[in-house]
């Protein structure tokens, strides 16, 4: 069965520099979350799309932006790099005819120097 | 407040015995769903199982089944004939429903390192 894909799954950036991370959900999910595990961390809600449209906000910095395209992947933007941002990144999907179970991706592990 | 407490930083189970992780959760919303999410050390999440607030059997997958018990809030893993491979970090997590959660956003516990002996 065809899973989550993201990419790139691995990112090194340099402090102030600008990552973007994208996700393509399972076809016909319409719904995309994305979580930040930080190390040793359990992950935490980002930011959510429900058929293309923002549908809830986390704790996602002001310097992070995301967005859903018309094919339904996602772009999670980040710009101003701090150290603190490296941790995994996960999308998942998850549809509403499956009692919204959240299929994740394998995770985008981000690093910053 | 935490919504969600795993209150087992760490656990041990010798191979084919069968153990439980606990979970206990905090919510007013009538409407939630339960999960359990296992990460191995390569970092992935994967999918276990799903019990939903008004289920009235508690959820199997194959080896995995959900006490649930919903006085006492709690929504304990339980792994029978436990493998090596079963070694893991494991995370509950509580989707709550549509009254206090728009966007369906899953609040996870701290998780619990099992580690499977041979």
């Known amino acids: 069965a065809a899973g989550v894909i993201q990419s790139p799954r691995h990112l090194i950036k340099e402090k102030r520099e600008t990552a973007t991370l994208k996700c393509y959900p399972i076809?016909?999910?319409?719904?995309v979350y994305w979580y930040q595990q930080g190390p040793g961390q359990d992950p935490q809600f980002l930011i959510s799309f429900y058929e293309k449209m923002q549908s809830d906000k986390g704790s996602i910095p002001d310097r992070f932006s995301a967005q859903q395209f018309s094919d339904y992947h996602s772009e999670l933007n980040m710009s101003s790099l701090e150290l603190g941002d490296s941790a995994l990144y996960f999308c998942?999907?998850?549809?509403?005819?499956?009692?919204?179970?959240?299929?994740f991706g394998p995770g985008t592990r981000l690093l910053v120097l | 407040a935490q919504k969600i407490t795993q209150t087992q930083p760490g656990m041990f189970v010798q191979e084919k015995e069968a153990v439980t992780l606990d979970c206990t959760y905090d919510t007013s919303d009538p409407s939630y769903g339960l999960f359990w999410y296992k990460q191995p050390s390569s970092g992935e999440m994967i999918f276990l199982i799903y019990q939903g607030s008004y289920d009235q059997q508690n959820a199997t997958e194959g080896r995995y089944s959900l006490n649930f018990q919903k006085a006492r809030k709690s929504a304990n893993l339980v792994i029978s004939a436990s493998q090596l491979g079963d070694s893991a970090m494991y995370f509950c997590?509580?989707?709550?429903?549509?009254?206090?959660?728009?966007?369906?956003?899953?609040?996870f516990g701290q998780g619990t390192e099992l580690s499977v002996k041979p």
């Open positions: 997590a509580m989707r709550e429903g549509v009254i206090y959660n728009q966007g369906g956003k899953l609040i």
């Open positions: 998942a999907s998850s549809s509403r005819l499956n009692q919204e179970t959240q299929y």
């Open positions: 076809p016909r999910h319409d719904t």
